[in-house]
């Protein structure tokens, strides 16, 4: 009986193309449809929640620096804030999007459920994640004048200027990678072509989006 048994869980992990822990965080960037695909097929969910807590940090210091809060708060509120609420609140926002991508999906004959597209999302979201560390990197040169309107501190100096850029720039290639790792995921999970992924992630932003400019459209005229 013991033999039988562990005959049968060697069979059910040999339908896999197995990946360790370590192989989701590496091969990742080289080999997404495979790390997917896994993550889908095992429903691999080691590290999500963790990664969800970051990913809600990422979009809260986010908004924190597109708001300008640093004109009216202070920094230790601010990093408080987005390290405390962004932690804890910030996974509400993905889920609703994993559950409208979801929906939409459907209309374009795709499958896969809002746990399974949650899933991938927190996986997809590593890159912007790894942000983190040139985000905090500006904290740390800048103070509470990155959160801030006013931009004239990257004129201070020289050395500000070049951590300023380096850090924007290598932002902004990570959020770039997620987007890209989150259209192949999408594409994985829904049984998309890439550009019907594409199409889908846009169309829950264009349910919110289009119905409010109407509002506001009739508003105006009346």
Not at 168 to 192: D, H, N, R, Y
Request: charged share 15%; net charge negative; proline share 2%.
């Amino acid at each position: 009986m013991e033999t039988k048994y562990t005959e049968d869980q060697f069979e059910e992990f040999e339908k896999y193309d197995a990946l360790s822990d370590q192989d989701i965080f590496t091969k990742i960037w080289t080999e997404p449809r495979r790390v997917f695909k896994f993550i889908n097929d095992t429903r691999y969910e080691k590290y999500l929640y963790i990664l969800l807590i970051f990913a809600g940090i990422v979009r809260a210091f986010d908004r924190a620096s597109s708001k300008d809060m640093g004109d009216h708060s202070s920094l230790l509120f601010i990093v408080f804030g987005c390290i405390v609420g962004g932690g804890m609140l910030g996974w509400i926002s993905y889920y609703i999007y994993s559950a409208l991508l979801s929906w939409t999906g459907k209309w374009l004959n795709g499958v896969g459920n809002t746990s399974s597209i949650y899933r991938v999302m927190a996986y997809a979201m590593i890159p912007s994640i790894l942000g983190l560390v040139f985000l905090f990197l500006q904290i740390a040169v800048f103070g509470n004048d990155y959160f801030k309107s006013n931009t004239d501190y990257l004129e201070s100096s020289i050395e500000g200027s070049i951590v300023f850029w380096i850090s924007f720039t290598m932002e902004m290639l990570l959020s770039f990678a997620s987007l890209v790792l989150m259209v192949i995921g999408l594409s994985e999970v829904q049984k998309f072509s890439i550009g019907k992924a594409i199409i889908n992630l846009i169309l829950p932003v264009a349910f919110i989006v289009v119905p409010i400019v109407l509002i506001v459209f009739i508003a105006t005229i009346f």
